[in-house]
């Protein structure tokens, strides 16, 4: 009964965790569409839109931290997702949408912090993305020709910011709330699934002979789950 419990708990606490990474998700959306209006793509000029951005333009500052912060947490949110839905047994058949959801998610989401790391044209950034570019075309093969694509060609220049641009604000943002509301849309659906399931052990424990054990009735459980 205990476990019964504590797997209930879980699998509420993922369905939260995932109303939480969709909202973020629109958040991050929402106040990047915002930065979006005054922002400029260009190496040198990206520093200062997002510098005019947070002393001109009104709750700039504001918005910018929130965009921040909220990209952030949702690759937090995104890893505890992953392991309460571990601890809540979600790891059956009938899981699977959510599982792979959630991965894509957090890849989706790793990814857009990375497409980031140049867009406000910092020292910082700049020098970091120079060293993994070179891990990159170390990768066999196809090493090459994806530095050519990240960057345009070349060194790191305005191709690369907007090359990078477009790649996080209209490629990986647009699949992050897709597989955002796709994963919350799977925990929703095994919910209802596991109400059923709940209501289906109460008619037969109400139903059976005085003598079944509950071992038996713990089995019958198991099969029902496992043929879902």
């Given at each position: 009964?205990?476990?019964?419990?504590?797997?209930?708990?879980?699998?509420?606490?993922?369905?939260?965790?995932?109303?939480?990474?969709?909202?973020?998700?629109?958040?991050?959306?929402?106040?990047?569409?915002?930065?979006?209006?005054?922002?400029?793509?260009?190496?040198?000029?990206?520093?200062?839109?997002?510098?005019?951005?947070?002393?001109?333009?009104?709750?700039?500052?504001?918005?910018?931290?929130?965009?921040?912060?909220?990209?952030?947490?949702?690759?937090?949110?995104?890893?505890?997702?992953?392991?309460?839905?571990?601890?809540?047994?979600?790891?059956?058949?009938?899981?699977?949408?959510?599982?792979?959801?959630?991965?894509?998610?957090?890849?989706?989401?790793?990814?857009?912090?990375?497409?980031?790391?140049?867009?406000?044209?910092?020292?910082?950034?700049?020098?970091?993305?120079?060293?993994?570019?070179?891990?990159?075309?170390?990768?066999?093969?196809?090493?090459?020709?994806?530095?050519?694509i990240l960057t345009g060609?070349?060194?790191?220049?305005?191709?690369?910011?907007?090359?990078?641009?477009?790649?996080?604000?209209?490629?990986?943002?647009?699949?992050?709330?897709?597989?955002?509301?796709?994963?919350?849309?799977?925990?929703?659906?095994?919910?209802?699934?596991?109400?059923?399931?709940?209501?289906?052990?109460?008619?037969?424990?109400?139903?059976?002979?005085?003598?079944?054990?509950?071992?038996?009735?713990?089995?019958?459980?198991?099969?029902?789950?496992?043929?879902?």
């Amino acid at each position: 009964m205990n476990t019964e419990k504590y797997e209930f708990i879980f699998r509420r606490l993922a369905t939260i965790l995932a109303v939480s990474i969709l909202t973020l998700s629109l958040g991050a959306a929402f106040t990047g569409i915002l930065l979006a209006f005054y922002y400029e793509p260009s190496a040198g000029g990206a520093y200062e839109s997002l510098k005019n951005i947070a002393t001109e333009v009104p709750n700039g500052s504001l918005i910018r931290d929130v965009h921040d912060i909220a990209g952030n947490g949702v690759i937090v949110v995104s890893l505890i997702e992953i392991v309460v839905m571990f601890l809540g047994r979600k790891f059956t058949k009938s899981w699977l949408t959510g599982w792979i959801s959630v991965i894509f998610f957090t890849l989706n989401a790793i990814a857009l912090a990375w497409t980031a790391m140049i867009l406000d044209w910092s020292q910082l950034g700049y020098w970091r993305l120079s060293i993994e570019l070179q891990t990159i075309e170390a990768i066999p093969f196809i090493g090459s020709q994806l530095r050519d694509i990240l960057t345009g060609g070349g060194g790191i220049t305005t191709a690369t910011v907007e090359h990078l641009y477009t790649i996080h604000s209209y490629i990986l943002s647009v699949s992050a709330i897709a597989i955002a509301i796709t994963h919350l849309g799977a925990l929703l659906v095994q919910e209802r699934q596991q109400t059923r399931l709940q209501m289906e052990l109460k008619a037969i424990s109400s139903t059976s002979e005085p003598d079944l054990t509950q071992a038996e009735i713990d089995s019958n459980s198991l099969t029902f789950t496992n043929k879902n």
